[in-house]
T-cell receptor, first 113, second 111 residues
Framework: ETGVTQSPTHLIKTRGQQVTLRCSSQ?????VSWYQQALGQGPQFIFQ???????GRGNFPPRFSGLQFPNYSSELNVNALELDDSALYLC????????????FGSGTRLTVV | ELKVEQNPLFLSMQEGKNYTIYCNYS?????LYWYRQDPGKSLESLFV?????AVKQEGRLMASLDTKARLSTLHITAAVHDLSATYFC???????????FGTGTRLQVFP
């Protein structure tokens, strides 16, 4: 059984650019959630995908968007990057309605300069 | 809106001592999670508590849940240096299934 894999591990972008972060779910999991964790803070929910559709969204602007693919992997896209987008982005997979556990990936550290 | 508060925010404790971290939440939920995070690392799942009165123990850590009081505790027994980390509680929003995290408790255990 594989865990949750995120790529890349680190990324530096310039303000105004666009970025795509990737997440491969744990085997058997059908739900993916994305969280943003700023330095010294708790993770904040961005959105969740279930069966390739957005299934809940936090207080993030539309320039944060995502996708889930048939194999349950997922992407997080952020357009028009701002300095405050610098954070650790965490992906978590789960199996909706069966097992209440969430498995988190190792995260992508995004720095916007 | 569901809010989660932890206290204390920082905890410096001597090896061998006991202490408790508290997690309060504002609205009804049926799931509460405890996670550990080492600096620069991801979240490691410690406990999932699903019912009122649930108690789970792993090593020197024990978590409990009181849904009526909307309170969970993480008790540390005879702390050792390896427990130094940041501990988060998170509550599942009843309607949306998203996790709402507390502010975290940064624990430092010294000799």
């Amino acid at each position: 059984e594989t865990g949750v894999t995120q790529s890349p591990t680190h990324l530096i972008k310039t303000r105004g650019q666009q970025v795509t972060l990737r997440c491969s779910s744990q085997s058997g999991h059908n739900t993916v959630s994305w969280y943003q964790q700023a330095l010294g803070q708790g993770p904040q929910f961005i959105f969740q995908y279930y069966r390739e559709e957005e299934n809940g969204r936090g207080n993030f602007p539309p320039r944060f968007s995502g996708l889930q693919f048939p194999n349950y992997s997922s992407e997080l896209n952020v357009n028009a990057l701002e300095l405050d987008d610098s954070a650790l982005y965490l992906c978590a997979s789960s199996f909706s309605g069966v097992d209440y556990g969430y498995t988190f990936g190792s995260g992508t550290r995004l720095t916007v300069v | 809106e569901l809010k989660v508060e932890q206290n204390p925010l920082f905890l410096s404790m001597q090896e061998g001592k006991n202490y408790t971290i508290y997690c309060n939440y504002s609205t009804t939920s049926d799931r509460l999670y405890w996670y550990r995070q080492d600096p620069g690392k991801s979240l490691e799942s410690l406990f999932v508590l699903l019912s009122n009165g649930a108690v789970k123990q792993e090593g020197r850590l024990m978590a409990s849940l009181d849904t009526k009081a909307r309170l969970s505790t993480l008790h540390i027994t005879a702390a050792v240096h390896d427990l130094s980390a940041t501990y988060f509680c998170a509550v599942a929003d009843y309607n949306t299934d998203k996790l709402i995290f507390g502010t975290g408790t940064r624990l430092q255990v010294f000799p």
